[in-house]
Structure formats: structure tokens, C-alpha cells
């Protein structure tokens, strides 16, 4: 049995339903220029972390939950939600040691998106 603590890399069923409604060629798209963005906003998170800037990087991090959940991407929605937490709370120390837990994680979910691809 699965850890229900544990959430998913990628919700599928809400990739899929996406599709459904916006058409294959269009999340496709969406899919690819997440890839893209992905690493530049993870480098702004550390530049922001580097410039010790807990209220751009709260709203970096804001941000890029949106993003991730938008295309079912879960966990890594919900490790950008913890660090803007933390970013909230002045945490600073805390933030740089959740940072580091966003680069695996996009690492994942860019595997996990080649997989949907793949399996058209």
C-alpha cells in the first residue's frame, strides 16, 4: 500500500483531463515550456536565497506553485508551497535546506513528462 503522505511527482489524471480540454498539440506546448522555465526559475529561488531575499523569493516560490500545479506537477507545487512558507516566516536557514529538495524534484517530474510524451 502507498504512503498517502508521500504526494506524486506528476498527477496524471489531471494532465490527462488538461488534454481533454485543451487539446493534445496545446498541452504539449504548456508541457515543454514548463521544461524551460523550470530551471530558470529554480535559479532565481537561489539567487533570491543567495541575496538573503525572503520576499522575492516568497513570491518567486508563490509563483512557481502555481505553475507546477497547473500541469499536475504536485510535488514539486508542494515543496514551492513549504518554501514560501518559510520564506514567510523568515526562515532563512530552513528555505536554503528545503531549496535544495526542488532540483531532484524537477528532475523527476521532467522524466515523468517525457514518459506522458512518450507513451502517445
Do not use: W
Not at 60 to 74: D, P, R, V, Y
Request: charged share 20%; aromatic share 4%; glycine share 4%.
Amino acid at each position: 500500500m502507498a504512503n498517502s503522505a508521500v504526494t506524486p511527482t506528476l498527477d496524471i489524471q489531471m494532465l490527462a483531463h488538461l488534454e481533454k480540454t485543451v487539446g493534445h498539440e496545446i498541452i504539449q506546448f504548456v508541457i515543454q515550456q514548463f521544461l524551460e522555465y523550470a530551471p530558470q526559475q529554480l535559479q532565481a529561488l537561489q539567487n533570491s536565497l543567495k541575496n538573503s531575499d525572503l520576499e522575492t523569493l516568497s513570491q518567486q516560490a508563490h509563483q512557481f506553485k502555481g505553475e507546477s500545479l497547473q500541469i499536475g506537477a504536485n510535488q514539486l507545487g508542494s515543496l514551492c508551497d513549504q518554501l514560501e512558507n518559510f520564506a514567510e516566516a523568515g526562515q532563512l536557514e530552513a528555505a536554503s535546506a528545503h531549496l535544495v529538495k526542488l532540483e531532484p524534484e524537477i528532475l523527476r517530474l521532467k522524466a515523468a513528462l517525457s514518459q506522458v510524451n512518450n507513451d502517445d
